[in-house]
């Protein structure tokens, strides 16, 4: 038993946050010393806002994607609920609606897509790679027929204001990523919904054997990356003023990047809201950055491919390392 | 002259970051020699037979065969002195053919160095025959196979590298009774062949069967090599946990409470029109050999399968449990036979393993009671005395014994009115084995009913107070130990169907 005075600090989640991704915040931090020193403009207030403004998506749809990943799946169709109901949610406006109940039916759009992935997710035995690379061309194909291929404008002010407007020097958007943060925070880690994902990913047939709802919660896990997909849509949308149904194409690259670096497990059953919001400043700051040094788009491509390669390696060594203590003890 | 003893190994030492895992190890196998190696888990029995192998080198210490002294031991120097090694689980490829399984690395050849499959048949087909498979085709895929067959596979691959030394680590962890006669049969005749057998296993009563000798290691040195003849099962567990054994069984329930649960004419595609009463306190034991209908008897109680025909009553009431976790509401656990597949979450903490199947009781919507989960696993941790570096450590990282514990107190947290274990004591060693036999009396003393599915009959005979047989998906006979003395062949009589002689 720990009874010592250093159980309170062993126990205190900012230690525990610290410890689980020290690597990831060493990475971060290295990445800040040198733009700060390399660039002049990075290091301002207005860039940094800039930014997380621009990470908000990103990450927003890594949150998603890290739910799919933890209950041992994948949506590879967050890209195309985004187009879906980016141009859901505009062209409901253009004939008229408010943009409060337009983005509303929006969400609720792409609640109902993850709850089709989800079925089919979780009443078969088809691999989530499979659905969701399915769903995605059938839900692009959706936004494509929608529009009739084309772009759409939005005039609306309101819907328009959400990329811009700040809540005191910090930009609506990075405030609603980190309601989505705390959302996603809560949910994984003090619900029994979040155990449950945690114990599929980890080994389904023992939580059929636990009582566990694994139909239920596995159709949950796909329905939260629908609405989170979907409200990343419309903030897309609002940002450009105009909805595209070729948008979002290839995000999901970005989100799963984003969860991996964040200590996600591709196996399901291990990852933490706060590593993904990591791994998502990480992704989105190197972006900034190597803009800022004037690297050319091929190079950060380049760049950021090691990276994930890199992180994706530390974490097996990680792994294989406490196997190698189990051998030789066994 | 050839030195009878095949292989010695002295003074060997080894250690793993600075901790010593084997002090001064002599081994010394003759020529056609069947040897028991024993040991709790974390004896070094593995770390020993694994340098024999020469997947782990020693720091110090030798390894003589035939009196030459082997320097530069590796993996092929092991392999050309004909060590082989089998190991529990089956490391066979399953869409290959028995043939190209076999000679898999060592394919023969032909003039233009490609593979010469019919020569590479031919040798299979000899193999087999001496192995009592002439019936089998060497093209055969190994996933057609069944466990005891493929385990038959690999002997005959030890066979094709002229073995001369064959380690078995627990062989017969997934055998049936009759496929463990004929692992022993072909045991024999490599015996008589002049092969040596390293036999590794926690099942005593078959070490006292087939071997000649027994070697027992405790926390990494040599305890004691004696003829089998000479020591008796008291004796070897005794060396094994290093103190007396006042009671290795604990003694009989006497005492057994009202009806609790009662199976009339149960029926599903496995099991057959099953009638069955378990009462508070008592512990049924169920016995049979390994796909006799036990485990999915379980199964169908516990509404992991389901029942086709038939009524269940429990306390009294119909009961139509449809899911896990409809048993589980109504206070039913199940400690399921593959703890790796069906109990642990591995990556995930103990105390979230302890914790899973109760997560009403301390989280409320998104209110977590952490000091209350903590203290729930506290207690188990206390209780069954698990062993661990704390509450955050992986399951991953605990031993077979530590393991089931977890996933016992994970079951008795959800404080159950029926406690359904199967097989809880496979791969556990001596020690834990022993403290789980006590802590089933405990539970059952406490009230609870208990159904004991094992393949030990010892386990079972001792343990149950009554104790249900059955053979092929029926219920064919139950003995009441309370008033009766059961002996193992007169299980395995009813076990086999009537078959088997019963002496």
Known sequence: ?330 | MRESNILKMQKINKSFSGVRVLHDVDFVVKQGEIRALVGENGAGKSTLMKILCGIYEKDSGSIMMDGVDIKNYSIPEAARQGIVMIHQEIVLVQDLPISENIFMGSEPKTLLQTVDFSEMRKKTKDLLAQLDMEQVSPDTLVRELSISQQQMVEIARALSKRARVIIMDEPTSSLTEKEVNLLFRQIRRLKNQGVAIIYISHRMDEIFEIADSVTIMRDGQHIKTEDIKGVTYSEIIKNMVGREISEYYPPHIEKVGQEILRLSDVSNEKIHHVDLTLHKGEILGLAGLVGAGRTELANAIFGIDEIQSGEISYQGKKYVGKSPRDAIRNGMALVPEDRKRNGLFLENTIAFNMTIAIMDRFIKFIHQDKKKEQSIVDDFIDKLSIKMAGQEQLAVELSGGNQQKVIFSKWLATQPKILILDEPTRGIDVGAKMEIYHLMNEIAASGVAIILISSELSEVINLSTRLGVMCEGRLTKIFDLQKETVSQEMVMHYATGGYADVS
């Open chain 1, 1 to 330: 038993m720990s009874v010592n005075k250093n159980s309170y600090i062993k126990n205190n989640f900012v230690y525990k946050f610290i410890k689980k991704n020290l690597m990831i915040l060493i990475a971060l931090l290295i990445m800040f010393l040198i733009l700060a020193v390399g660039t002049d403009s990075f290091m301002t207030g207005k860039n940094i806002m800039s930014v997380l403004r621009q990470i908000s998506i990103n990450g927003i749809l890594a949150f998603g994607m890290a739910m799919a990943l933890i209950v041992g799946g994948i949506d590879l169709s967050v890209g195309s609920v985004m187009a879906l109901t980016g141009c859901l949610c505009v062209q409901i406006i253009n004939n008229g609606v408010p943009a409060i109940p337009a983005i509303i039916l929006a969400l609720l759009a792409g609640a109902l897509c993850g709850f089709l992935n989800g079925v089919i997710a979780a009443f078969t035995e088809i691999p989530a790679f499979i659905i969701t690379l399915a769903t995605q061309q059938c839900f692009r194909g959706i936004a494509f027929l929608m529009t009739g291929g084309k772009a759409i404008s939005s005039y609306d002010e309101v819907f328009c204001s959400i990329g811009t407007i700040s809540v005191g020097p910090v930009p609506f958007l990075v405030v609603i990523t980190v309601m989505i943060l705390a959302f996603t925070i809560i949910l994984l880690g003090h619900t029994k919904f979040g155990r449950g994902m945690y114990a599929i990913g980890g080994n389904k047939s023992a939580a059929i054997y636990s009582g566990i709802h694994v139909r239920r919660i596995v159709l949950g896990s796909y329905i939260i990356p629908g609405v989170y997909a979907a409200l990343a849509g419309i903030i897309l949308a609002a940002r450009v003023y105009s909805a595209q149904p070729g948008a979002g194409e290839g995000y999901e690259g970005d989100a799963i990047a984003a969860a991996v670096l964040g200590g996600v497990s591709f196996s399901g059953g291990i990852g933490s809201a706060g590593g993904v919001m990591l791994g998502a400043l990480v992704i989105g700051f190197m972006n900034n950055g190597l803009n800022m040094m004037q690297v050319s788009s091929y190079w950060q491509m380049v760049a950021k491919g090691l990276v994930i390669l890199v992180a994706v390696y530390l974490d097996t060594l990680k792994k294989s390392k406490r196997l190698k203590i189990k051998k030789q003890e066994g």
